[in-house]
């Protein structure tokens, strides 16, 4: 390939580093307002009666308006893609400002003044009026009988949904224990339950949420906004104010990271009412770091309650648990997350009888959980590969062998339909493993005494790439040809900080034959002109927007061939665009049967219950999907216009299915050159005959779906007197497919990786028992530094997808995933101690190493 | 009709009235720099050196730049559609920067620094030594023998070019004088010679010339201009750096009137110039309006040297003419704007005999000419309206029955091939004669005495719509629909003042049935995104990029019915959008031929050589265009997917052809409401089976033109003894086919008529001997003011034109044209005076009326 797969810099480096890239405040104008909310000083209970007379003495102050003042609509906050099904609506569970306050902090209020200074000062002096609840922090709390409901008006009691997920409808944990005790009998058995507990945490994204709003000449409320979602962010002000969505406008700029906290529609809706009570004035509103962490989102702090079943010659028998989140006051994603969790749970071991497990949302009066980097996963993962470890260690199992022998085998298929195309689970432990020197570390740790400890530990995870089929993936892409040959890309998907800009286009060069030089992404969203797209969340940009970009580079390049047609007096087909010039096409091989570009860009996407599946521009003719794998099952995929043919092998003994390509791909290439795009260009624009400002835009609506996987693979150091954990090497190997940008995905690993760390020993944001939080500042939120982690290790399984578009999954999300539980285990081989609960902080550590006597 | 011919407010109203529409220097960031172009202080030379030592000392200066620094590239700057053929391209003549002066203040060096007052200061201690040329301000002095050539390298004498317009190739007035004595006697005949001039002019439009330039991080240079032309302006830049065009954007935002200063290329390039040796920073280039009036575009001054033969009976024989245009320092549009007011002096009038018009573009060191309101028409109006009334003063001909008997007949056809489709000339003039009562005043006028004064005048005109064949039409459009059934439009053919977002906004809506209220027009052009536009000139864009907004908004209709065909499960021919709605499709009359509207979008145009000439997704089958007019020839015309005929029809006396829509258009009405486009919309957006962005983008090629035409009638009284003119009365009547928002076709006929008075009786530009400018400001160049101009009568014969888009036609320009000629013929009528040249300032009157001894 020309462009993908090779690390090309950044497209936004330069900016980035030189500081001149425009983030949403850089772009404020001089005369902006700014608003600060009031915010509640209880955690549950009613506003009576709100006195802004001595606030609106404050010299410049603008406005001040109240949970009394504005519109009685509800409307939902979450990043989803809406529905025009009622049933699969998000709810809306909260107003721009609200009487019942259900956090401590909730919006109440929001002065508007000529600076910062006037508008605190001024929210300093309203006084407020409460009828005060006992505050319901917990979910036990909230669970507890006569607890108040928090929104009474859409459930009855706290449990936001509840749903149960079984591998098969009349499975019961306790009769497959019976018939277990039956079949191996008891004395063979092992049992293990507890409860494990991870907590709630922050983004600690760079760029605080901000935003700011005025009205435009055009009537339209235009809202600049550091947000991962601009599509959907324009919806949601309108549903929030009652407006038209297309009275809406909502640009996004650059953005210093979001990490899922901006997949949420935060303050904008306010933001917007507040310009329009203005007259139109911008209104900039930004919250402080202490906000961000305590007023925007977290990730759910989750407890499970599980059991699980093996034998005694290492076979996983069962599993259940009951699996309760923390939603705190508001909907935000619903269920989704803890639904996520509920499967995750059981996805990537198989049990033999069977697995059951419960999940509950469950409101209660703090912080809102909501969407964050891998949407569940992390705390799935840790439930999942702690209890594994745990019935490792009761039975004496080798974790390694006993994951190995009870994962998911290839061709796996999961409970909603999503395949595990190219498989590789295994594959990744085994590298993980040699990495680590894991056999040899097994026993150099075996019999430690002494303070200090080592331990090796391991996690897994398999990790859906898109949201399809749960929700709509859809996405729309526009390419725009120069008068030089080179391209603009306009999508969006937005870049977050993640290096979506940079893979995009890469992939537009690839497929269009421009090089990465001449093409330009545009950055920045702006919902008035760039194509829809529901934004920057899963990890399904490079995979569903990628199919996107595909399919629109498809049909431009086929528009220029179109041209070149027309100029040169020659069938399109005759023709290939390499390396920004027109040349003929050489068939090396034997001819390869061929469908043109533009018939292939426009195909509709093929019936659901055939085996053809739609790629962007493509097509999988996907011979087996039923679950089982072959010996030799063969793929044979429509990509770049061009037959491709997988097989399945490298199965001698089942562990790994690795697709490759057999290089039917290789026998076109480019003869004479007859035209430079430049020449081409020019000519499109400028002819006297055929003028035609060559463009494409196209949706592409993505109804596919795998899994990626991985491993991390930690070797630590436990200092049992100061409960303290040292990372001595650590490893993180994935499968993603394809790698779009190698140093890239390097990078995105790290990332992951260090929050990974900070998630098992540090992360947690903790309130009082008046439901205020007690730690809502970055130097009381511990997240790891750059002192504070060692040195990170990353490897690829380069497996081609014949999913993704050019044979890549999922990379932006799964490498926080298994950190945590593989530090978790490690302490646990190193200690013999089983830490049922992250942040495994020097309090904890030393407070279970103490109740193990081993200090 | 539905939003077409109806008044709707400006939708860009509110934002221009309050305040709140932004403008270029709106935008600017706070830390721009601010740029000062440093002037020559002589009219013709070079430059041998510069000394910046004390200037570079002042605080705050960042980079000053000189003659010596700039690439060595000659650029060209007209805003003309580029050429792909070497012959046709515009002429390359300055650089960034110009050691070679060529006018006074011509740009030799350019200070960049923290504010204005640093730059001002900075440029004034640049010291520059000269080798100093003779001035040449007039085109006698640049043709006189031995003058210095201005551009030795592109032409060894200052003609720039000249060409040579006769009616049939064979013409001599002399030979034909020779023939006229023979038939007629010489005692029968009637000649007239004199020498005629019009006044450079400026365009005094309210925001002066400015932009603001930066590179982004992308690399790409982007200049935020206050220009009509963002698509040229890219290009140019591109040029003039030698940059790759793609590495350009160009960014426009609302303008406060360009009158055609702002289609050429003005200070763009050497603005991005100075960002880029400035390490990218921005920095903005604003004007004052001092170097606006003198250093940017002018109206060419044009001398005449014209004969005239009519017999005694008042038949128009013969014309010749010789006409000199000033082109100035550079050559901006070339020879375009002189081979215009070449051929137009013709066009107009009948010759029985034939017309000679030669054409000189002349080099001077002076004020660059270029674009203005109506593109030279004014000058050669002037001078075929002047030489008209002196035949007719000279023959005692009525003017307006000379002009009825004499003028080009229904049916016409130019030289060049463009047909007057929709004629109404003669209606026009009849129009105009009964509201101002010519005969009665006369008669009333004809024997006066006194210091005071009455006379009656007249001026006609005929327009070309767009500039094809002459040069390339092509535009763009693109369309995006909303969640809530509401659309943008995006386009390139930028508002300028002149009501262009209003009435495109009227076409969208009218053609794809979605109320005015829904349709939202992107003013602010970005040429990395915007669709492709040569932008606002001629008085192409109601009639070219109107064709494309017709045209994009039938492929947006077919993709909104082929959706609504999905969800209602009926065919897409059985249904329409009316007023936000999918309804049934009822025909009330007989069936009616139709072809799907897709098809007819994506129809590529026929071939030139047919009779079947392409609109925009419509066809006209031009049953006669051999110049000749029959008594019923007919059109038939597609028009919205329905067959439209047209007679030419009341031709009793060959006074008028009007084409008249014969209501097939009626036979079709909407039926019952089956869906909202709202409903359609949220489905296309979320559906889980078909989700679809539903946008379209095309481009139009326009090979299509015709004539609009109109005239001017005053009624005025002049006091002789102060030279001073008094408009009683004023009428324009104008044929500009359908109109689509009388309101404000009203107003942009009532700023053309302000511009028209100032050009007959005030504004000049002024050169002392040394070649400086005199009167560059506006308290010395003296433009109208709402306490100078009467009140304005309009009138408009709606003739719906089968070229026009909506049988629409030119309106921007041609307002401007006929009031000066009017005012010079009515001041011959009031005092037998023949006034040879414009603008007839109170000085120049008396000296006249002093000479003929009035006063």
Redo the contacts between chains.
């Keep these: 390939m020309e462009s993908v797969g090779k690390s090309f810099v950044r497209?936004?480096a330069?900016?980035?580093v030189?500081g001149?890239?425009?983030y949403a405040n850089d772009l404020m104008p001089?005369d902006c307002l700014q608003a600060k909310v009031v915010r509640s000083t209880i955690a549950n209970g009613v506003v009576k009666s709100i006195d802004i007379s001595e606030a609106e003495k404050v010299p410049g102050v603008v406005k001040i308006v109240t949970c009394f003042d504005v519109p009685d609509i509800q409307f939902p906050t979450a990043g989803h893609?809406?529905?025009?099904e009622a049933a699969h609506q998000d709810v809306p569970d909260r107003k721009l400002l609200n009487t019942r306050v259900r956090q401590w902090g909730d919006d109440i209020a929001a002065v508007v003044a000529v600076d910062n200074v006037a508008a605190e000062r001024a929210a300093s002096l309203i006084r407020v009026e409460y009828e005060e609840y006992d505050p319901i922090v917990t979910v036990e709390e909230a669970l507890a009988p006569g607890a108040t409901p928090l929104h009474p008006d859409i459930r009855k009691d706290n449990i936001f949904v509840h749903t149960s997920f079984r591998t098969s409808p009349d499975f019961d944990y306790d009769k497959a224990k019976e018939r277990a005790i039956e079949e191996y009998g008891e004395e063979n058995l092992i049992e293990v339950e507890g409860v494990y507990r991870t907590p709630r945490i922050s983004h600690c994204h760079i760029e605080v949420c901000t935003s700011w709003a005025y009205v435009?000449?055009?009537?339209?409320v235009t809202v600049i906004s550091s947000t991962q979602i601009p599509h959907i962010t324009r919806?949601v002000i309108?549903q929030a104010l009652g407006w038209?969505?297309?009275?809406v406008r909502v640009i996004k700029p650059y953005i210093g990271g979001g990490f899922g906290n901006k997949q949420d529609v935060l303050y904008e809706p306010l933001n917007a009412y507040l310009s329009i009570v203005c007259g139109?004035r911008p209104v900039c509103l930004e919250l402080s770091r202490e906000e961000c962490i305590s007023q925007t989102r977290t990730r759910h702090a989750c407890k499970g309650v599980l059991r699980g079943l093996a034998t005694k010659d290492g076979k996983l028998l069962a599993r259940e648990g009951d699996i309760y989140t923390n939603k705190g006051a508001y909907a935000s994603h619903g269920h989704a997350i803890t639904g996520g969790i509920t499967t995750n749970f059981k996805d990537i071991m198989h049990d033999e009888y069977g697995c059951r497990s419960d999940g509950y949302s469950v409101y209660t009066s703090s912080a809102v959980s909501g969407a964050m980097r891998a949407y569940g996963v992390p705390q799935a993962a840790f439930l999942a590969d702690s209890l594994t470890d745990d019935i490792c260690y009761a039975g004496g199992f080798d974790p390694l062998k006993f994951r190995m022998e009870n994962c998911v085998p290839p061709g796996f298929v999961a409970s909603n339909g999503i395949t595990y195309y190219s498989y590789s689970l295994k594959e990744c432990m085994k590298r993980g493993a040699e990495f680590i020197h894991w056999d040899e570390k097994r026993r150099e740790y075996a019999n430690q005494t002494g303070p200090i400890r080592r331990g090796v530990g391991m996690g897994i995870f398999m990790y859906k790439v898109g949201v399809y089929p749960i929700s709509?993936e859809?996405s729309?892409a526009?390419m725009?040809l120069?008068?030089?040959?080179?391209?603009?890309v306009?999508l969006s998907a937005t870049e977050i900080g993640q290096g979506a800009d940079t893979v995009f286009s890469q992939m537009a060069s690839e497929t269009t034959g421009i090089t990465m030089d001449?093409v330009?992404?545009?950055?920045t969203q702006d919902t008035?002109?760039a194509?829809?797209d529901t934004g920057a969340y899963a990890s399904r940009q490079s995979f569903v927007t990628g199919k996107a970009v595909k399919k629109c580079a498809l049909e431009l390049r086929a528009r220029i061939l179109d041209y070149a047609s027309y100029m040169l007096n020659r069938p399109a087909e005759e023709l290939m665009i390499w390396r920004n010039n027109i040349c003929e096409k050489i068939h090396t091989g034997d001819p390869v049967p061929e469908r043109p570009a533009r018939d292939q860009a426009e195909e509709k996407p093929a019936e659901q219950n055939t085996k053809k599946l739609a790629l962007g521009g493509s097509y999988i003719d996907n011979s087996r999907n039923d679950g089982s794998v072959g010996e030799s099952a063969k793929y044979s995929a429509w990509l770049d216009g061009k037959v491709k043919e997988y097989d399945i092998h490298d199965l001698p003994n089942g562990e790994a299915a690795i697709l490759r390509d057999t290089g039917v791909e290789k026998d076109i290439q480019p003869g004479e050159v007859l035209l430079s795009m430049e020449e081409l260009a020019?000519?499109a624009?400028?002819?006297?005959d055929?003028?035609?400002?060559i463009?494409a835009?196209v949706?592409n609506?993505c109804k596919e779906n795998t899994f990626a996987s991985g491993c991390c693979f930690v070797d630590i150091e436990v200092d049992m007197p100061l409960g303290k954990v040292k990372v001595n090497n650590i490893i993180n190997v994935h499968d993603s497919g394809t790698l779009l940008n190698p140093k890239l995905a390097e990078a995105q690993v790290h990332g992951g990786m260090s929050m990974g760390i900070g998630y098992a020993l540090t992360e947690e944001i903790l309130y009082n028992e008046k439901g205020r939080p007690l730690n809502a500042n970055l130097l009381d939120f511990k997240i790891p530094t750059a002192m504070d982690v060692p040195d990170y290790h990353v490897e690829f399984l380069e497996m081609d997808d014949p999913m993704g578009p050019y044979g890549n999954k999922a990379l932006g999300e799964p490498p926080a995933i298994p950190v945590a539980p593989a530090i978790r285990n490690a302490i646990l081989h190193a200690t013999g101690v089983s830490m049922k609960e992250i942040p495994m902080t020097q309090q904890k550590l030393v407070a279970a190493f103490k109740e193990a006597g081993l200090i």
């Design positions: 497209v936004d330069r900016g980035k030189t001149e890239a425009k001089k893609p809406w529905s025009v435009d000449t055009n009537g339209k919806r309108g038209p969505i297309g009275k139109g709509l859809t729309s526009r725009i120069n008068q030089d040959g080179s391209i603009q306009e001449k330009y992404i545009i950055s008035d002109v194509p829809f020019m000519n624009f400028y002819s006297l055929r003028s035609e400002h463009t835009e949706t609506q």
